[in-house]
């Protein structure tokens, strides 16, 4: 919490224009910087672009924390899995065929309505693709061809968003290019009475399934021995995983790696598999990492910004590189 704090007010520091630790902590104090641009510049801008960043991180790796233990492998997550890609298909067909702007750069500027169908549509397609991995996932042993599959999931609906772009005008299409490297700075005041709800419900209802997602890491049979309602645990974790990954994905465009390495990296941490430290572990964890990749991709001391998909990317890879590599003895720790 300690290092969140600290890596929140970096963020609100640093950028194109530099603005003094304590500047930040009185303009959140309410009271008067040195400059009143600076108030301007950390109330409208960069304050809402961390809150969002802290609460995508979280949710993201949340649900692959979830999706890992539900499908009981190691590499699950909203982007390998193609659940991400369903979301992008529901803002795509809300967007582009509906008609209604909202979210991030392809979202700017949208009402209440607008952000609220926005997020619905999302969850939708998020939730239909995660259905259709686990329908497949059942007569699947494979770990490897169930990723293949997911990745297939992937592929498709992002060949029926292609289908809606062509047939779009240019504008959109550029604006949803944009939306497709991710960024946090495009979520407003507005929208965050939206995403911010959402994803705080979906994370208490996270926390509510520790119990049951640690009796499903040892398999169904035995958790049904245990008392457990498998099928209930089941939905429970589709819903959470689905409005997790759905609504970040509607906000801040589809942003990889986050839900898949941050999982590893506490069970590496705390070396434990029991989710009522994970679950707060990753949440905490994915906010700092998050805001941490948004501070590298503004480039601070120059007008430049990079993809935030890319920064994720160098982040996240290694960590993938790193599981894959020693996925034997993973499989051990993961059972226990």
Known sequence: MVVLIAV??????????SIPVE???????????????????VLK?????????????????????QMQTLFRNPLADPFVLGISSGAS????????????????????GVSLVGDVSLAVASIIGSTLVLLLVMAVARR???TMTLLILGLMFGY???????????????ERIQAYISWTFGSFSGV??????VFGPVVVAALI??????????????????????GLNVRLARLGVIATSASLAGVVTAFCGPIGFLGIAVPHLCRSLFHTSDHRLLMPAVVVLGGILAVAADLLAQLPGSQLMLPLNAVTALLGAPVVTWVILRQRNLRESFAG
Do not use: C, D
């Open 8 to 17: 929140f007010l970096l963020s609100l520091s640093l950028g194109s224009v």
């Open 205 to 226: 209802f996270s926390h509510l399934l520790v119990k049951p997602l640690n009796a499903l890491l040892l398999g169904e049979t035995y958790a049904r021995s245990m």
């Open 156 to 170: 498709a609906t992002s060949a029926l968003v292609s289908v809606l772009l062509y047939f779009s005008i240019a």
């Open 45 to 65: 801008f960069r304050l809402p672009k961390a809150i969002t960043a802290a609460l995508a991180g979280a949710a993201l790796s949340a649900s692959g924390l």
């Open 188 to 193: 407003t005041w507005s929208q965050l009475q």
């Open 23 to 41: 500047q930040i902590v009185t303009i959140l104090f309410g009271g008067t910087p040195e400059k009143t641009s600076w108030a301007t510049i």
């Open 89 to 108: 298909l529901g803002v795509a067909l809300v967007v582009l065929v509906a008609g209604v702007a909202g979210g991030s750069a392809l979202l700017a």
């Open 140 to 142: 699947v042993q494979s």
